[in-house]
């Protein structure tokens, strides 16, 4: 009986692991899997912790070095809640080494020159290889020489691949909404993949959540399609940043900067989060002058400008080697921009509910702060109704995302509203701070003064100072718009769209 329950439990352990497994294909990509997390075998999984084993001391280091925080997220979301996610040798691998290990410190040990083990690492090398061809010598220096064995295995050891950071398959160029807001970012990502262009650094910078790491992957996929046997750099911040000082504490920066040389494209993402780096940022300058020199192309994200990057403590000759490539700046689109992601998001998402548009367009004009808010929304009625065969419409949204709008909900000032009536309207905030009087502007004055007034509560003087008008104009606005909402229904739904951004 025992054994049978063993059995179904290790069946059960078994088909989790082929399940979770396609979870990590889908999302790290065909050559990250076959790489190195193929060769993980789920052991144990509970609420507390979730373990993986691996045959490679290698392996196992790197993945714990650069994929388990991101395995544990991928668990929860697709598995269930846990605690802790680990990955260790197998146990027989983990004897074998600590046998081997006993044995060669007994082989170098001999009573009668009273000298201590010359090789500790039972992982390095270079020990390895001495023992193999019987050349084993013993100094009694040990310790300088163990140090110098140490180094050298550091150095064979710390490459380019062990620092890369992983590219979303789903980041390609045809899953990126275009419109004024990126569409110059998007030719100036396009243009670092034409082969026949000469090499240049391309600079993109705006808030976060606006598309500059999926126009990074981008570059990076259309580069192997185009050339496969081609090699693609992409690091994010923490991993250039420790890979860099890894290499300069080991003396192996020179190994490091000449494996950049061989990449057809160098991709850095959030370049600012390296505020007080400073030796990291002279390594990233040196790099990136050198793979131009050499052809290769180079591509930065960062949020600030480039002209406001030194102001931030990035490197001043670093932010001028920024502002002098190809600067382009990532704005926060508009709503049409928001519905058309969600739109290529939903035609890519294997579910079997579907959502309606006026759902789709609630979300986009209620879920702002970010794109990554606005597919935040979108994915959570997914996670809820994905698996069923229903229709979600306006209502139902609203139902379901009611208590993330109310965890989102923030104070709006008036310059938060202008921008919201602007957005709406279809106009731009200067416009409706300037002097010119076309209907489209003095519609969307009216229905600024009109909310401020009945939902923020504002007083008139204030609402006036933000339209740099005096008071008796803003009180106009308010008996004008009174009027459109008796008559005018387009100009009541308008209204109604700006109440609602700002009171839900």
Known sequence: M????????????????????????????????????????????????????????????????????????????????????????????????????????????????????????????????????????????????????????TKQLLQLDDILSPVDVRNSFDNFAVDASNQVAYAAAKSATDQKGSAELIYLYGKSGLGKTHLLHAMALQTKSDKPDAKTAYLAYNNIASGCVNAMLSNNITVLHREFLGCEIVLIDDIHLLVGKEKTQEQILSIIDACLASGCHVAVAGEPAPIKLAETGINRRLSDRLSGGLSVAVMSGGPHLRFDVLKKRLARADVKCTITPEALDFIVRNFTHSMRETIGAMNQLLLVYGNRDIKIDLSLAKTSLRSRLQDGKRVYTLDDLLTVTAEVMGVCEADMKGKARPQPIARARHAFVYCAREVLKESLPRISATLLRDHTTALSSVRRAAALLERDKVFCRQVEQIREKIEL
């Open 2 to 153: 025992g054994e049978t329950k063993g059995g179904e439990a290790k069946g059960a352990m078994s088909q989790l692991h082929e399940k979770f497994s396609q979870v990590l294909l889908r999302h790290y990509g065909q050559s990250v899997y076959d790489e190195c997390l193929c060769e993980i075998t789920l052991v144990k999984a509970t609420h507390d912790l979730v373990t993986f084993e691996t045959a490679s001391p290698e392996h196992r280091d790197r993945i714990g070095r650069l994929y388990l925080a991101s395995i544990k997220k991928l668990w929860q979301k697709t598995v269930g809640p846990v605690d802790l996610v680990t990955i260790k040798l197998r146990p027989d691998v983990s004897k074998n080494l600590k046998s081997h290990s006993v044995r060669a410190q007994t082989k170098s040990y001999s009573p009668q020159n009273n000298s201590r083990p010359f090789f500790r690492d039972s992982n390095s090398q270079t020990a390895n290889k001495s023992l193999d061809n019987k050349k084993l010598t013993v100094s009694s220096h040990s310790g300088a020489a163990q140090a110098r064995s140490q180094n050298s295995t």
